[in-house]
């Protein structure tokens, strides 16, 4: 198969970059998986939906608006009404779900390819983002394994919170080179580590 | 200003997009009535105080909001889902 | 000697300023008059005067429920053109010029008129032919127009950002050089001053709260002061007009009320000689006499009385401010403030009679208000006096809309929020 | 040491000497000094000139108010005008300079404007300046003559051009409660907060927490109130629920106690850390909001008030225990109030001789006689300043006895040798914030000062905020406003106690002494009392009218010293109480706000870049990229030599000749699914497509609901339920929320989910004579021929591995697909089409030559769907069906839409042979010299290779009808005149032979 293409790829420098000197306090890698894909259910289906997540990727995801959960490489979370986003390392999710979600369900779109994951991990994840996106990233406020759907000016952006100190955004492929290097420049108080 | 979007939270005014006057009723697709028709797409409650209206939190889940906003002093005393909502509609006008 | 000049100036200056007088009395309100003006506004005192002046009806008086010329007249960003798309727009804009232009020594009252030109920037091939549209379209009615290139641009205002990798680069741009700015405060205080001289009664602390009727007919107005009952009543209470329209029993009008929000940095030496405009977004600037920087962009966005604005456009304006003039960045805003605009369904005033009858609307004026004051007062007295709408005004009308006969320079349908 | 540096000065780290310089002059300081304190410490008295009458002004204040001492500090070319030198924190190399004034400061040319005084009073411009109605220097000239020279006097300071290297940043921030101010109010609001565990933000504009516990030299719980403010700030430090904010001014109160901060981040240092921003503006969305912000002293207006060497009494004392400088060797004091005597003995202890106090009051407390007895001055009661002499400094004053009952000055003037002159005329508290976000503010009598308003959003005051402007009170309700802001209740511990100087607070109801000579209410802008009494005169009675009239409280510090005074003089000319004349509305900002910071982020990258999937592939390929929105597309790929419009003839001409390969991935694409897609997609669009039949596509149209045109593209049915609609590129956004809001608000039981994939797919339009052959060679896993794909067919196969969808349709006229692939093997699919066409002479081609021949075939772009023409305008409407109600069908027969006047499509040629202009006008009867009768314009233009001719797209009057007839293009912009054929808008192959092959 084919590999596909980073949109980052030029603006991509692997190493540790701006105030570093004291340790760097985030590091940012694009996640790259396989597969992303975006169900939606009608109303009244959402449960036939959550059960069918479950019944392909294994994963329960908890109740409540935003809710999500990763393990193993797979990940989901909802990021409005009715509707989640999930994304596996491996690539055939999209014709898995459409087998497991039928019409009657709701709808299956393959987001593979027209989003890129941009993860970034550290101490001071939570202030960099807080640079871009008007939410509250506190851990109370926002606990880990769920999601937000929110926007930086024109770049909208799904955030997943995959750790106390990390977090993946889905943003559109398009703008991804632009944020990728919005991020690294915001990321330069602080120092940071492309990995 | 911050709006509650139901599915979201409280979230920045930035993230909306404003629809205009919720009270307006579209007329069935059909319909020949023309003053209905004008009425729906030009004419606008205008209120100095609350005041029904349509958001959709596009830089957030993308929902169309019905919202109750004073316009006077900003204060949202209501946020909802708009679909499905049956909400308050003002049935347009007119001789067909 | 006229009454404000050079020498009147030095005379009184040597008597201590002790006789200057009121620029306008402060009468109570009459019982009736020939024409009720609802709005001491610019709108609302330009057509005061010429109804004196032109129609020679003085028996008029103008109610302002504030301290005169409270609203939009003292709210705006002063800039004067007529560089339209529309041949209505263009026409009507164009003979408000030719009154700007005449207006200090009209009303012997210096509006500080300067002619220093309105430059639209223009960032790709695209936009410069669409504004070599609306430039020949002036040209076509005889308007100044003309194009600029960028070299030619820098010279006129070396503080821009020309530079082929900003990341809208300036391909060029439209200039009007007739058009400029004018003292916002002075034009409504000019207009007060000689329609009050003329006779006309101007009333402020005055808030009209209902309408005498008799049947559908206008007969009055019930204001904090009593009832005056008036022939005419004429509405010049441009982001008010919900409100009062609603007094009326008019509920639904083809207008929003929008917060407009303008912007002044502290006083700087002479920065820029024109009125300039950003194409990539929306942002305009001057800089007024005393040296401030005065900008502004967009509305808020969504319907609002409140006359205060909310940070995204703060953000938005100053953010397309410096992609034009980055040395701007330690500059400071030094104050900002709300005006609340009647954003019309298309972009485009309504000066008419009625809706009711006895009634005359003026209205609709989103962004252009002040630039439209002369015209608008000379229209509005027209068609107030004369019961029909003069050439000019004749396309301003309030059914316009449900005709599909709408003025839309900016090509946003019935979306407001988008004009 | 300098001259006036004394051994007091807790803020002054004696050991660090920091090196600057003032216009030119090499100073030094310590560690701690503002500009102002270091070079008042090195005995400097002038700092600045005033607006309008250029006269001498020395330091007001010590803090944000200071309207006087305006300097612009240079770093490099990047200047940054208009600051208040009491804010600047010096550092080694910090260069400043001071403004409005020529050649010099000490010698200014423009203060001979001194001498006009009288005529150059308040509005005099607008009695002025109209010139002569006739001749050369009629209607607006004259005016604009004499405006250069007004416009090159007034102003401050100079700004720049030079780009601001600094960076910029924005942050957002939630917390439960901001404390505004970190006085002893605010230290015990945030501490109490923070005890029950609420988050909390405490914001301080100056660089150190405690406000006057800095200064006011008091003792709290047995600590010197300084020492205790750092005690407190320590604890603070230790909270992890709390947030400090130094050097952090809160300039805005936005809707849902939304805040809006400034935090000058590296202002104060020589070289900034690597990544960190000048500034950075927090936007707070805080649960509740403690307002402990303060107040500010007022001074007093009398003859010569703003003479170098006249001071605040309490700026004295800060200049004095804060920052070791002692103003003046020989102090005055004139008050109306108790406070200042503070001010007073603090000099007094810290060196100087107190000279004499005047007081307006006929009497004083026992307790405040006995601080005036301590500073051994003369205390002359019942007395009022009337002069002060001097000319860049202060050598003296004039007093007289004064009665407070009437105003009166009776007795002989007496002068006294001074330096430096304390004036307090009592106290403003700092309600700007809460002014704009409450009501009207209420007035004290007895303060004689504007308290808070009634908050209208989710507030609560403390301390001098509030009119208590003791510290015991303030410690009292900080405490309790920061339990109520964190929802707690009441702790029953003990409070700090304090110790202070004694003292009434409220002042005598004196702000004028009205003597001979000027008396300034503003001092920035030199509005006098007599200014004021001028408009009042005039009828200029309002607060707002008297401010707009004599531009009284709109300089820099917004009226911040000069507001009460101003209303108060207005209020005795109108013989009203100041209520009744009224307040004015404070907006935002607080201070003044750099640009840059409100920008922030966005400073130098206004708008993110929107690429395509072949993108790099493209500007490695010779490219010059063109920005389209928020895209950058090709818009030629020119060899060398080439011009732009060689380029594209070239292109084009290969194109149709052979073949050309564009990218299309920008246009936006939505994936509409769900049983009721095709019922949608019937009501969005004219035309049906509830009968287009899967793996087809077809062209569509859309208007909007007040029946115009508003966008068109093509929509493949994929599978029974699944559908990809194309929008224009420009439009995607757009049609994207008119969809979503149809299926949301209006028809909420249609079962279809929209989604945009236009960054799933890359896209290439590959078309001309040889592109199926070139196809052929390329895709395995179908036949591309005209059976398998016929003209608006879909198949999907696979190119070099990667999986595509073919779709058989044109933009270009030419025989021509769209093979759409996933975004990540965009590059992949495109290299192999163009190695696959090297044999057959495919060419690249950019958004000119697709131009180009969009023109050639007279398809319709967003230049013609301009938001103003109809479906009919354009020649669409075979495109509205009559089966089948849409959005937009029952507006779009209205009489204003089908008038026979409307502007049409047609197609241009020009007969003169030369180039067209966008634009460009049409006209039936050419006149150059007076140009008029436009019929229409220029929409698009090129040269057309096809047609060997200059062609053009237009918008004409009749349309139709004109085919055929002459016209003239009427372009005076460009000066291009001449005659053109109005033909029909399809030039090319009219009846798509080439597509349909």
Redo the contacts between chains.
Sequence with gaps: ??E????L??DFHPGSH??FEHGVDVILTETRPGSIV?L?A??GEEKKLIAAIRAVTGLALPDG??GGISSGGKSVFG???G?FTVADDAEGLAEAFAKAVG?AI??V???????TVIRIAGPKAEWVL???????F?LP?FPVGSG????H????AQIHRSGTDQFDIHV????A???WK?LC??????GYEVQ | MLITCPYCGPRDVIEFTYQGDGNRERPEPASQNFEAWNAYVYDRLNPAGDHNEIWQHSGGCRSHLRVVRNTLTHEISSVAFARGDHGPRRKMEGKS | MAEYSALSLLANALKGNKDWKPAWRKPDPKASYDVIIIGGGGHGLSTAYYLAKEHGITNVAVLEKGWLGSGNVGRNTTAVRSNYLLPANTRFYEHSMKMWEGLSHELNYNVMFSQRGCLNLAHTPAQFDDYARRGNAMRHLGVDAELMTPAEIKRLIPALDISSNARFPVVGGLMQRRAGTARHDAVAWGYARGADRRGVDIIENCEVTGFLRDGDRVTGVTTSRGDIRAKKVAVAVAGSTGRVMQLAGVDTMPIESHVLQAFVTESLKPFIDTVVTFGMGHFYMSQSDKGGLVYGGDIDGYNSYAQRGNLPIVDEVMSEMLALFPGLARVRMLRSWGGVCDMSMDGSPIITMGPLPGMYLNCGWCYGGFKATPASGWCFAWTIAKDQPHDFNAPFTLDRFHRGLVIDDKGQGANPRLH | MSPRRIETGNRIDRLKTIRFTFDGAAYTGHAGDTLASALLANGVTLFGRSFKYHRPRGLLSAGVEEPNALVTVLRGDVREPNIAATMVEIHDGLVAISQNRFPSLSWDINAVNQLGGKILSAGFYYKTFMGPVIGPFKGTRFWMFCEHFIRRAAGLGRAGSAADPARYERMNAFCDVLVVGSGPAGLMAAKAAADQGARVILAELDPRFGGSANWSDETIDGLPSADWARRAVKQLEGHDNVRLLPRTTVWGYYDNNTLAALERVSDHKENPGKGEPLHRYWAIRAGSVVLATGAFERPLVFPGNDRPGVMLAHAAERYANEFGVLPGDKVALFTNNDSAYRSALALKKAGAQIVAIADVRPELSGDVRKLAEETEAEILTGHAVIATEGGRALTGLKLQRFDMANGGLTGDARSIHADCLLMSGGWSPTIHLASQAGARAEWSPARQAFLPPQPTQKWIGAGAFTGSFSTAEAIAEGRAAGLAAAGGSSTPTALPSVEAAPGDPDPAPVFEIRAKGKSFVDFQHDVTAEDVRLAHREGFVSVEHLKRYTTLGMATDQGKSSNVPGLSIMAEALGKPIPEVGTTRFRPPFAPVSIGSLAAERFGDLKPERLTPMHDWHVDNGATMYSAGLWYRPMIYGLSGETIEQAYVREARATRETAGIVDVSTLGKIAIQGPDAAEFLDRVYTNMFSTLAVGKARYGLMLREDGFAFDDGTTWRLGEQDFLMTTTTANAGKVMQHLEYFLDVIWPELKVHVTSVTDQWAGAAIGGPKARQILAASVTGTAVDNVTLPFMGIVRGEISGVPVMICRLSFSGEMAFEVYCGAGYGTHVWETLVAAGKPFGLVTYGLEALGTMRIEKGHVTGAEIDGRTTARDLHLDWMLSKKKPFIGSAMMDREGLVSSDRLELVGLMALDNRPLNGGAHIVEELDEANPHGSIGHITACCYSPALGKHIALALVKGGKARHGTRAHVSDPLRNRFGPVEIVSNHFYDPDGSRMHG
Excluded: C, Y
């Design positions: 198969m084919v596909r293409l980073s949109p790829e030029p701006g105030n975006q939606a009608w109303p608006a935003g990021f409005a009404p509707k019409p709701g709808t779109t393959d987001l593979s390819h027209g989003r807080a640079k871009f996106f008007a939410i509250d506190a406020a937000r759907s929110t926007a000016h024109d770049v909208f559109f492929r398009s703008f080179r632009s944020f919005a420049h915001a990321s330069e108080e602080v």
